[in-house]
Each structure stands twice: as C-alpha cells, then as structure tokens.
C-alpha cells in the first residue's frame, strides 16, 4: 500500500488531468509533439521526469509496472524510479515483461513483442529531430507545419557522401503515419523497427523540454532512407549471449580485464533471465527423460 501522505502517484490531479489531455492530443496526432506544463519532480529534469510525469499520470491501482534503463531492470535508474512509484501507488511491481501493463524504458524496447493491453513509456532527452539541422525551435516548428524535411533527408545523405554509408545510430528519425517525422528516443537502430504497426501504444516524454508525442497501435512508423541506401539495424548476426546462448538479439558486449577477451550478453536482462531458466528447465527434463529411460 502507497504511503497516504504522498497523493496517489505523487502529481496532484489537476496535474494528471492536463498530462493526461496531452497523451489523448498526442495519441490523435500520430508523432506530433505537443506541449504541457512539466512538474517539479524529486529528480532533475534530464533524469527521465517526462517519462515519470507520464508514467504517473496513466498509472492505476491494479497496474503493474516494469521500469528498465537502457535494457537493465537493475540498474541504479531503474530502481530508483520502481521504489519512487511504488511508494506513491502501492502498485505490483515485475521484471516480466509479459505481465506488465505499463512499462518505462530508457534506450530500449523490450525483446519479447508487447501486446494490445500494454503501454511502453519512454524517457526521450531531445524530442526535437530536426535539431541537428536546425537550432531554432520554432522555425523546427514551422518547418514540421509544412512538412519541409528536405533538411533531414540531407543530414542523411551527407553521411552518405562522407562515410558511404548511413552513420546514424540511435535516435534513427522516422515518418510516423506518413505525415510527420519524429525523434523515436535514443533506442538503437535495432529497435526501431518495432514501432512499425505495433500492437501496444507508445508514448513519448521529454520533462526538460516539456514535450509529449506518441505512437498509437497498428500505426506506420517508417525509418527515413533512400532506394539505394537502405535503413539497416545494427549487425548482430554470429554472436550469441555468454548467460543464456540467445541469438539474433541486440546485445551489449563486455570486455573482461583478466582474460583480456570481450563478451557478448542480452540487452534486455528480463528476456535472458527467462531464456536462461528456460534452458535450465529444458536441461532438467532431458536429463530427467535420459534417467528415465535407464531406469527401463
């Protein structure tokens, strides 16, 4: 049970009513960024406070939350901002991704593929796209009224001229529902193409900047390229995960100081952890199968 002393998700509710009227506006408007009054939070803005504000506002007594940072549900952050909104909901609290209901991410989007009922969060830092091309926010703003994104193609294609090949990383920019182009947070390449006709709602907040844009299901979400020049994830192909042997998944790698040698293991440490006791079940019951079959 939350701590009566906070208010029910800490915001006050005239707070969480007009947060709330931004996500609807928001969802209407498939990529398009809308403003709201960002609330003082017991974190700097820069920390996620959009997400949290989001997450705050839409959460319920009997949702149950899941918070990762960049992939990891133990990390400092990620702790952090479970105990802040337990405290303040008393709501259940799971690293399952499956039995989430409203998750908050930093940097990734879950392995495992969410379903109508779930609603990803995600923390966003710049939800600008056209910043790198143009500093002044409101001829970005003006530009995005009249769809001139001709800016944005060419950042890309002089990436092309300089480097032969497309070099964005993370925050890869993508036209959302044909119309506008949106910065889809600072996920790899590798996860963008989940946006694409999801079946979960996504939605974006950025506290410092006090912006909020979202991505409603079955909605198209295309990663801006050209038609020689593909858009490309992120090359995973030959390694595995040195915890659970998963493949084809995105991965973090770590060097090990005493062997000198680097390893690879999952991004998303809720999908190993289910993967490396699957594998020790299935290893359980083989042995168990090849005891039985001694036996007679």
């Known amino acids: 049970m939350y701590e009566n002393h906070y208010n029910f998700a800490f915001l006050d509710e005239g ?51 899941k918070v990762i940072d960049q992939g990891n549900d133990d990390s400092v952050n990620a702790i952090s901002i479970k105990k802040f909104v337990s405290v303040c909901t008393g709501v259940a609290l799971t690293d399952d991704v499956q039995i989430a209901t409203v998750i908050q991410s930093r940097h990734r989007i ?32 003006q530009m995005h009224a009249d769809t001139e994104y001709s800016a944005a193609w060419l950042m890309l294609y002089e990436q092309i001229v300089r480097y032969g090949k497309i ?25 963008t193409p989940k ?13 410092r900047e006090k912006m909020i844009y979202a991505v409603p299901p079955y909605t198209s979400v295309v990663p801006l390229d050209f038609e020689d020049y593909r858009f490309e994830v992120e090359e995973v192909e030959g390694r595995v995960c040195r915890i659970c042997g998963a493949t084809g998944v995105y991965f973090d790698e770590v060097f090990d100081a005493e062997s000198g040698k680097r390893h690879f293991q999952c991004s998303d440490s809720g999908f190993c952890r289910k993967n490396a006791e699957r594998n020790e079940i299935d290893a359980g019951s083989n042995e168990s199968g090849r005891a039985n079959g001694q036996l007679r």
């Open 15 to 65: 707070s969480k009513r007009e947060i709330r009227r931004a996500i609807i506006k928001a969802i209407s408007i498939p990529g398009y960024q809308v403003p709201f009054g960002s609330r003082e939070l017991p974190i700097g803005r820069g920390w996620g406070t959009g997400g949290i504000q989001i997450t705050l506002s839409i959460i319920g007594p009997r949702d149950i939350l």
């Open 167 to 191: 070099t964005m990383g993370a925050s890869y920019p993508v036209m959302v529902d044909g119309r506008y182009v949106m910065a889809p947070s600072p996920i790899p390449r590798y996860d």
């Open 110 to 141: 879950p392995e495992e593929r969410l379903g109508k009922d779930q609603v990803l969060v995600l923390q966003v830092p710049n939800p600008e796209p056209l910043r790198g091309v143009e500093r002044s926010l409101t001829k970005a703003r």
């Open 195 to 207: 946006l694409d006709n999801a079946d979960c709602l996504y939605l974006f907040g950025a506290g």
